[in-house]
Each structure stands twice: as structure tokens, then as C-alpha cells.
């Protein structure tokens, strides 16, 4: 078709990307085009500004919790934030710890790739897992049947960890890493191959968190990308250094705050404040539009690599519809990694460690079903955004995680650019926190205490506790480097992590929820998943394209294959050794796992109560069931007879992610508030008056009063000393 017969541009709405050449039309190359948006200065500030100012009031919010609550800052309490924390904070710190740089880049990028069954999938595929092994907590104990059907990949993945949650109070009440609990039960083989992997693993988490981190700041300030890499954990290690768990449990609640009343600005923008669409009315048509059969998609009308026309495996080709095979294919690729990056990420642990066994469960749902908001929220306006605005965004911007940025650029100018390097770099901070006391605790725990020093005192422990963080994140920044030298992209990381360490998933569940399960059957699935895993991407990637490069890895197919087979692999491998082998364990060296100090627990004996646990444990899975098959089978079904949506749909379907992004924002910024009112109440007491002082006198008193009841003969005694006193007191006064 000749350029004359074709409007320039197809649509006013992006007339600005377009440009006339010589009679011909033109589309703009790329949106960013190399250029920053912001100035360098802006960017350092963001980075230096706020790194230095959470590194500092969270260090004072910690300060205050010692001064004026009495917290004993040792390296139980820095490593486990006393195992006391509440049900608002850990649904907090959840929320956080999952909402990684990918969490707000990628999400909008299988938006802008796939339409709206991109961020569905995404939300869904983090959240939700595994319902087989939900039913398998139930039923196998007791029957030794395996329900393994290894097809149900669907449970939510939050959900199910809270089980995993409930089952660390009742089995390993003392433990501090999962790598603990593989020692104490599998013994010294498999604890340095589950410590291997769970290495791995934040290695992989914390290079997602950079490279997406880094490439966001250098394309929206032009801050050098290696800076930027080694400049963002600076704030992030001084806090962690100063506070331990407890202050990245603090600065993840104050990032939680800021990323969440980010997502409602957004969100609210776009389907109602903004002038360019700001209604789902008008988003709805535009993506008619932008997907339309008959717009032209050559050169130079558009560019290779930039939406154009319909989409490749959507239903008629549309962007409204869930019928997407693409959509699909990255569902289960997503399932599968984010099985690994939770389930063999101590950082997860840690938390649930951490944890009140009364909050633990509630913590778990609520912070699942808030997450849930992020991505899919976030990504149904920003990503179906950036089409309905016809944005000129390249696969490679996209695959870097520009999708959002230039979305919020094209909205709000300047001012959208630093909203979201805000919320990037606040999730990034954050969740590289939870990484460094992942780290911090696997090295202290795992490697110090378990074989250098098995005597090793609290200050001991905590000296090395600290020096991991600050030595972990300085390779951080180097790391990051590295990758952004080698070329690979957030993108590529985050769909090649299912295959590196995916294979360790089922065995670290049955390691806590099957008794028969044995050592060598977790030692050869693991090793031998990951194995075959990386050799089946290899092999399709090569039997599907030709060549082996980080293109070709990349793409969907070899992807997928290495995935299932390294996850399911790596399980059935290990049920088959325990069937033929199996250990009939009893939990019982694991909950020998001891303490370096001993603390007084302030939490009431009923806590740990067998009956309550298991009343707990019966209450999550219960709910989670319930909440699978609503978000897994009747939410995906009831999108099927709609095909392609009809405006009143896609307008329901805003209305969902606007509601649910309002309601999970409310929740998670009140509740941990409320919860811990007394505490806030006595640390402004202790600053500004002599009441909390006078209360632990009083206090002291009584407790003293008490003793002296009980035993006679220390009253006997006060009295003398006190006399003996007295009567020194005026010999020194005639004298």
C-alpha cells in the first residue's frame, strides 16, 4: 500500500509520534529515543536523597522502639525481629517483599505485549499456586498417599506459604533459615545444596531488583546505569545495619505507604482524571483502535518490535479478550518462577519466622490479596495505557521496563516521571533489604554457626550478621554491573528463574508437609531438575531458532519447557526416592533447633498451643481453597463466553481494578497502624513526658512488693539493711 493512501497520523490522539517525510509518514523510532526526561541532578537526589533519609529515620524509629518500648537489640532480635510481630506488619512486609522492580516494569510490559490478560496472569501467577499441595497438607500425613497431580499448578502461592508458615511454628519453632531446617532433617549433603540454591536464588532476586531499578533511573535521569547499580543499596545497608529485620520491616511499611498511594494516583489518572483518556470508555475504543486488522504496520508506518495492529495468538487479534495464548504461556512460566523466588528465597522465611503464630496465617492472606492490586491495578492502567495512547515503545524499551514510565510521562510530564521513580525506587530499597537479612541470616546461621563457630556468642553472630550485609551489598552493585555489561534484561531474568531454581520448590514443600520424605530423593531432584531444565531450554531454544542467544533464550517456547521441566522434575524425582525409600521423620530434630540468646518471650504460652496451630493452619487452607477457586477457575471462566469484551465488560473490569487497588491500599496503610497504636502511643509518652518512665517505676515497685510477700525472709532482711543504713546515714551526719 502506498504511503499516500494511508492517514498520518492513523490517530490524532498520537499525532506527536508521527512525522511526515518526504510525503511519507513516519513513526517516531523509539519513545525514549535515548534521551532523559529529567535531569542527572534529580536522579542522584532521588537515589542519595531518599536512601539517606530512610537510612536515617528508620535507624531513629529503631532507636525509639529500644529507648522507649525496651527492645534488646541482639542478634536473635536482629535476625528474627523477636518473632513478635503483628498481623498488619507482616501482611505489610509481604506486600513489600513482593513488589519487586518487576512487580511495577514487567507486569505493564505483558500488558502492553498481551492486552488485558497480561496483568491478570501476572497477579494470578505470582499469587496463586500449587493447589494439589494444599490438599496433599491435608490428606498425606495421615494416609501417605501422594495427591500429586502435577498439572493443578494453582493455589495461591501467598496462601500456601502461610501454610508453610504455621507448619515452621509447629515443627521448628526455633529455626532462623529454611537451611536450618534442611540440616536438622536431611542432614549435611542436602543443607549445602538447598544453602546452594538458596544462594541462587537472591542472587537472582536481588539482580531483577537493579538491573530493573538501574535501567528505569538511567532512561528517566540519565544517571550512569552503573552508578545508579551500585548508588541505590547504599541507603538500604545502613538501615539494615543499624536495625536488622525489625528496620526493613519498618521501611518496608513506609515504602508500602508510598508505592500504594502511587498506584492509586495512577490509577485513578487514567480511567478518570486525565484529559488524553481518563474514562474506560475511552480506553476501550482506543484499543479498537490501536489492534485494528486493518492498520497499516510496515515500515516506515511503524517500527520492527513496536505495537502495531493485532495481537499474535489473541482471540480475533484483540487486545480485550483473556482467549491469549501468549497471555497463557507466560501464566504458567510466571507460576513456575515465582514458585522458586518465594519457596526458595529465605527472605520469605525469615518473615514468617518472624511472625506472631496468631498472625502468621492472617498476615499471609491479607498480604496476598493486597499484592494482588500491585501488578494487576497498576498494570491494567499504566500497560493497557501505553496502548490506548499508541505509545511508540520498542521490545527492547519494554523488555527494560520502560513500559510505565513512558506511560506516566505522556500523562503527566516530568512530574509522572518522578512519581514513578518514587515508587521503583521504593520497591526496589525495599525488597533489597529483605534480601540482605536473607543473606545475612543464611551466612551467620548456615555457614558460621553451623561450621566455623557452633559456640558462637550473640555479639559474636551479630558482628558477623552485620558484616554479610554490608559485604553483600556492596556485590550487589557489582553484580548489577555485570549483568547490564553482559546485556541481559529484567525480562530475560525474570522468565529464565523458574528454570535455575525451580527444581528445588516441591522437595523444600514436602520437607515441611511429608514425612516420608527422604534426603537422597531431595538431593537428586533438585540437582538433576535444574540440570535437565537448562538442557531442555537449550535444546528447544536451538531446535526453535537456530542459534543460542539471550534473543532466542528468551522467548516463550524454550522458556516454558525449561520451566515445567525443571519444577516438575526436580518433584517427581523426589516423590519416587520417597515412595521407594521413605524416612517416616517425626519433626523431632528439627524442633531441637535452639537459640544463641535466650530471651524472655513476651508472648502468652497459648500462642504455641499444637490445637491453636492446627486451628490456624485448618483456617488458611480453607480460605486459601476458597480464594483459588475464585481468582483461578470461576474468574478465568467467566471471561471465556465473552471473547472479546463488549464495553460494559472492560468497564467492570476497571471497575475491579480501581476498587481493588483502592480498598488493598486502605487496608495495608491503616491496619498496621491501628495494631500497633499502644506502642506508638508509649514512644510519644517516653518523648515528650516523664509518664512511661513513672509506669516502669511503678512497675519495678510492685513487682518488688510481690517478692517480698512471698518470702519473709527477705523482707527480714531489707528491713535490717534498710536500719543499717539509717543509722550510717546519721553517723555520718553528727560526724
Not at 521413605?582 to 504455641?608: C, G, H, R, S
Request: glycine share 10%; hydrophobic share 50%.
Amino acid at each position: 500500500m502506498a504511503s499516500s493512501q494511508v492517514q498520518c497520523p492513523p490517530f490524532g490522539f498520537s499525532a506527536k509520534y508521527y512525522s511526515s517525510d518526504g510525503g511519507g509518514c513516519v513513526r517516531q523510532i523509539s519513545f525514549f529515543e535515548g534521551k532523559a526526561v529529567l535531569n542527572q541532578g534529580v536522579g542522584y537526589s532521588v537515589i542519595l536523597g531518599f536512601g539517606a533519609f530512610f537510612a536515617v529515620f528508620t535507624s531513629f524509629l529503631v532507636w525509639l522502639e529500644k529507648r522507649y518500648v525496651g527492645s534488646r537489640h541482639t542478634s536473635e532480635w536482629f535476625n528474627t525481629a523477636g518473632r513478635n510481630v503483628k498481623t498488619g506488619l507482616i501482611a505489610s512486609v509481604i506486600v513489600s517483599q513482593w513488589t519487586w522492580a518487576a512487580t511495577i516494569l514487567q507486569s505493564s510490559n505483558v500488558a502492553w505485549q498481551y492486552g488485558i490478560s497480561g496483568p491478570f496472569w501476572y497477579a494470578s501467577g505470582a499469587t496463586i499456586q500449587a493447589c494439589s499441595l494444599v490438599f496433599f497438607t491435608l490428606e498425606f500425613p495421615e494416609k501417605n498417599i501422594l495427591h500429586l497431580n502435577l498439572t493443578l499448578l494453582a493455589n495461591e502461592q501467598v496462601l500456601l506459604f502461610g501454610v508453610m508458615a504455621i507448619e515452621i511454628k509447629r515443627k521448628a519453632p526455633h529455626a532462623h533459615t529454611v537451611c536450618e531446617i534442611v540440616k536438622a532433617r536431611w542432614g549435611t549433603p542436602a543443607h549445602i545444596v538447598f544453602l546452594a540454591f538458596c544462594f541462587l536464588t537472591n542472587i537472582i532476586v536481588t539482580a531483577m531488583l537493579l538491573l530493573g531499578g538501574s535501567a528505569v533511573v538511567n532512561a528517566l535521569t540519565g544517571v550512569n546505569i552503573y552508578a545508579a547499580s551500585f548508588l541505590i543499596p547504599l541507603g538500604v545497608i545502613v538501615y539494615t545495619l543499624a536495625g536488622g529485620l525489625k528496620a526493613t520491616f519498618l521501611a518496608s511499611y513506609i515504602h508500602s505507604v508510598i508505592v500504594h498511594l502511587v498506584l492509586v494516583i495512577f490509577v485513578y489518572l487514567v480511567y478518570t482524571a486525565s484529559s488524553e483518556l481518563g474514562s474506560p470508555s475511552v480506553i476501550y475504543h482506543r484499543l479498537l483502535e490501536v489492534g485494528n486488522k486493518s492498520r497499516v504496520c510496515q515500515e516506515p508506518f511503524s517500527h520492527d518490535g513496536q505495537s502495531c495492529g493485532p495481537v499474535s495468538g489473541n482471540y480475533k487479534g484483540s487486545y480485550l479478550t483473556m482467549l491469549s495464548s501468549g497471555g497463557l504461556v507466560f501464566g504458567i512460566i510466571n507460576i513456575v518462577g515465582n514458585f522458586g523466588t518465594v519457596f526458595v528465597d529465605n527472605g520469605y522465611w525469615v518473615s514468617a519466622i518472624a511472625a506472631r503464630p496468631s498472625s502468621t496465617h492472617k498476615g499471609y492472606l491479607l498480604g496476598g490479596l493486597v499484592w494482588f492490586a500491585v501488578p494487576f491495578s497498576l498494570a491494567t492502567s499504566l500497560g493497557l495505557g501505553a496502548l490506548a495512547l499508541d505509545l511508540p515503545i520498542t521490545e527492547s524499551e519494554a523488555s527494560h521496563g520502560l513500559v510505565p514510565p513512558a506511560t506516566a510521562i505522556a500523562l503527566m510530564g516530568k512530574g509522572g516521571s518522578i512519581l514513578l521513580l518514587t515508587m521503583l525506587f521504593m520497591a526496589v530499597t525495599s525488597a533489597g533489604s529483605s534480601e540482605l537479612i536473607a543473606v545475612s541470616s543464611l551466612c551467620t546461621y548456615d555457614i558460621y554457626r553451623t561450621y566455623i563457630n557452633p559456640n558462637a556468642s550473640g555479639k559474636k553472630i551479630l558482628r558477623v550478621s552485620r558484616a554479610v550485609v554490608l559485604g553483600f551489598g556492596c556485590f550487589m552493585g557489582l553484580l548489577a554491573v555485570i549483568l547490564n555489561k553482559a546485556g541481559v534484561s529484567l525480562g530475560w531474568m525474570y522468565l529464565a528463574t523458574g528454570i535455575l531454581i525451580g527444581s528445588a520448590v516441591l522437595p523444600i514443600a514436602f520437607m515441611l508437609l511429608w514425612r516420608k520424605a527422604n534426603a537422597i530423593g531431595a538431593i537428586l531432584g533438585t540437582i538433576i531438575g535444574c540440570v535437565l531444565g537448562v538442557i531442555t531450554w537449550l535444546v528447544v531454544t536451538k531446535v526453535e531458532y537456530g542459534r543460542i542467544n539471550l534473543d532466542t533464550t528468551g522467548r516463550n517456547a524454550p522458556m516454558l519447557a525449561g520451566n515445567l521441566v525443571s519444577v516438575l522434575t526436580g518433584g517427581a524425582i523426589h516423590a519416587v526416592c520417597s515412595f521407594l525409600w521413605p524416612q517416616d521423620y517425626d519433626w523431632d530434630t528439627t524442633k531441637q533447633i535452639t537459640m544463641v540468646e535466650k530471651e524472655k518471650n513476651e508472648l502468652p504460652a497459648e500462642e504455641f498451643k499444637e490445637e491453636k496451630l492446627i486451628k490456624a493452619k485448618a483456617w488458611i487452607i480453607k480460605w486459601g481453597v476458597g480464594f483459588t477457586v475464585v481468582i483461578v477457575i470461576l474468574w478465568p471462566l467467566l471471561t471465556l463466553p465473552a471473547g472479546e469484551f463488549g464495553l460494559g465488560y472492560f468497564t467492570f473490569w476497571a471497575v475491579i481494578a480501581i476498587v481493588w487497588g483502592t480498598i488493598g491500599s486502605a487496608v495495608i496503610i491503616a491496619l498496621p497502624l491501628m495494631e500497633s497504636w499502644e506502642t506508638i502511643q508509649s514512644v510519644c509518652l517516653g518523648m515528650f513526658t516523664n509518664d512511661r518512665l513513672m509506669e516502669k517505676v511503678e512497675e519495678m515497685n510492685i513487682r518488688l512488693h510481690a517478692i517480698i510477700l512471698a518470702i519473709p525472709e527477705a523482707e527480714r532482711i531489707y528491713l535490717l539493711e534498710e536500719e543499717k543504713a539509717r543509722k550510717k546515714e546519721e553517723s555520718e551526719h553528727l560526724a
